[in-house]
């Protein structure tokens, strides 16, 4: 079994900042990639940013230049610094870890932009 944990959520202004951490831990042999998901009320979950064990990332035409995603293959971590944050932002946010044969994601974690 594996376990994700979120932090980092919350309310912010347009043009803010929030920076979004995940942390993986359990019955881990060996990670693919990790990444981030939002879904926001009434679309379909959609890939925001990932990142592969050997450091290659992929991003979101809507947030790139803006959203960067790191990770720790030693602590089994990957983070999303999110800058220029906009309305259209607001989801909630959902972390994933590729293990080759699974897939396991996080509780979820709320952003909102907004005035």
């Known amino acids: 079994q594996v376990q994700l944990v979120e932090s980092g959520g919350g309310l912010v202004q347009p043009g803010g900042s929030l920076r979004l951490s995940c942390a993986a831990s359990?019955?881990?042999?060996?990670?693919?990639?990790m990444g981030w998901y939002r879904q926001a009320p009434g679309k379909q979950r959609e890939l925001v940013a990932r990142?592969?064990?050997?450091?290659?990332?992929h991003y979101a035409d809507s947030v790139k230049g803006r959203f960067t995603i790191s990770g720790d293959n030693a602590k089994n971590t990957v983070t999303l610094q999110m800058n220029s944050l906009k309305p259209e932002d607001t989801a909630v946010y959902y972390c994933?870890?590729?293990?080759?044969?699974?897939?396991?994601w996080g509780q979820g974690t709320q952003v909102t932009v907004s005035s």
């Open positions: 994933n870890v590729d293990l080759y044969y699974m897939n396991y």
């Open positions: 990142i592969t064990s050997g450091g290659s990332t």
């Open positions: 359990g019955s881990i042999f060996s990670i693919n990639a």
